[in-house]
């Protein structure tokens, strides 16, 4: 009984949220009380796709189908989002380690400065070749028609995506997982609220259709990040951002560009390989690509939750090699792999066992719950390599290392996915279920990699 109260006590103290010390007391509580919040975070993000998915599944196949084309190249900004996080963490991390707050807080704002500049770069392709872009995968004349305004709302809003993930990164670097846990809650209730009544008009909202998904996503992130914000310059947070903060300093933008870039590269990397496996499923018909989609945003809700368990990775290797402890770091990231690799295989059993019953949850198309069952049911049986594959590449990028990672995921993505999913989809003819087995295979190929690499421990010496 004690036990459980005691259990009880640490999870309202995760869900709360403080700044987190990770460089002192017992590892297991400092995991927990780090990757609550961060779960929570992700499962907030996932949230996103689940959400979007239910009410344009209403639409219809076309809608679903300009959803996850739109989606994949998408991948591109959360690329960039991602890697600006990690570098921001890393930095971040290190510098609170040091006890260096104004550092941290520097370090911060050239980071959202970077941020803002490169999504105003990716906000042109959204204001002017959105039907382009769809038309470059694949998409039909009928889905561009329907789905330009979607893609070309997402893009634009992109600013949204970008500083989301990125103050998230600042947060978690200071060990202040559950204010970055907070903007993603209030992100996901507006979007929530909002996404029936722009997609289906409700009242005296614009029936925008799957347009409306975009416009209602955008307006939730935009609040999450205003929510982000208020606390960077209020001060309520570790980092504060104020006076002289502010300067733009060209040396440290420069900085954060070469170690976000890296972390970047690993994402774009891996969307690039599922762009090549969504424009290898265009080919199958618009049903089997939808349940493909539907697959997919499914597996996304799993996997983010993890990715919450491996970021606490990131922040404990950062801020333990600031205070000159790199062995109290590696036993941190080997208790993350452990927990992380329980919970992805209690997550494999679920879609195992009963992959229809969350396809039906978004559509009775036969053909696309056939789809989505044969991909629930293969991609999944990668899930515990993954596991421990993505703690150990970010606590690798939470050191500064992000050159070693990018280089796993150019062999583990292009060298061997691409090529493997186009040889037993199209010359072994095992059509949809030869991608769907690439995927397992690459990810089992990568963990082995990683745990050789992070056994030899270059990474303890990386200097930020």
Wanted: proline share 2%; hydrophobic share 55%.
């Amino acid at each position: 009984m004690k036990r459980i109260r005691n259990f009880f006590k640490l999870l309202s103290q995760a869900l709360k949220g403080e700044n987190i010390d990770t460089t002192q007391g017992k590892m297991d509580k400092v995991i927990f009380l780090l990757a609550v919040p961060m779960i929570f975070e992700m499962f907030m993000e996932s949230l996103f796709a689940i959400v979007d998915i239910y009410f344009v599944s209403k639409v219809g196949v076309d809608a679903v189908a300009v959803v996850g084309l739109t989606e994949s190249t998408l991948t591109i900004v959360y690329s960039i989002g991602f890697g600006l996080s990690m570098g921001a963490t890393a930095l971040v991390a290190r510098r609170i380690g040091e006890q260096n707050t104004e550092g941290a807080a520097t370090a911060a704002m050239q980071a959202i400065y970077l941020g803002i500049g490169l999504a105003a770069l990716i906000s042109l392709i959204g204001i002017f070749i959105p039907d382009e872009l769809l038309r470059a995968m694949g998409a039909s004349d009928k889905i561009i028609e329907q789905g330009t305004g979607y893609t070309r709302w997402m893009l634009t809003g992109n600013f949204a995506i970008v500083l989301l993930f990125l103050n998230n990164g600042i947060f978690r670097g200071a060990g202040d997982a559950g204010l970055a846990m907070r903007s993603l809650i209030i992100a996901n209730s507006i979007n929530i609220v909002l996404d029936p009544f722009f997609i289906f008009g409700y009242g005296f909202f614009p029936e925008l259709g799957v347009t409306g998904a975009a416009v209602a996503t955008t307006i939730g992130r935009s609040c999450g990040v205003l929510y982000q914000l208020y606390h960077l310059t209020k001060g309520s947070a570790m980092v504060h951002l104020k006076g002289k903060i502010f300067k733009l300093r060209l040396s440290i933008v420069q900085k954060i560009a070469v170690l976000s870039s890296g972390s970047a590269g690993q994402f774009i990397i891996a969307s690039a390989s599922w762009i090549f496996l969504m424009r290898i499923m265009s080919g199958f018909g618009e049903e089997v690509l939808a349940g493909y989609t539907t697959a997919i945003r499914i597996l996304i809700f799993s996997i983010l939750p993890a990715w919450g368990i491996s970021n606490a990775a990131a922040t404990i290797v950062g801020q333990n090699l600031g205070a000159q402890q790199p062995d109290r770091a590696e036993k941190g990231v080997w208790r993350t792999s452990y927990f992380n690799m329980i919970f992805m295989f209690i997550v494999t059993v679920i879609f195992v066992g009963f992959p229809e019953f969350f396809m039906r949850l978004f559509t009775d198309n036969a053909v696309v719950i056939e789809q989505g069952v044969l991909c629930l049911r293969i991609v999944c049986l990668g899930y515990i390599a993954y596991g421990y594959e993505m703690v150990l590449a970010n606590a690798i990028n939470g050191a500064g290392d992000t050159r070693t990672p990018t280089l796993i995921n150019i062999f583990g993505f292009w060298i061997l996915q691409i090529p493997l999913a186009w040889f037993m989809a199209l010359q072994l003819d095992l059509g949809s279920a030869g991608v769907y087995a690439a995927v397992p295979i690459s990810e089992a190929v990568m963990a082995i990699i990683y745990v050789f690499i992070f056994r030899r421990g270059k990474w303890k010496t990386v200097q930020l």
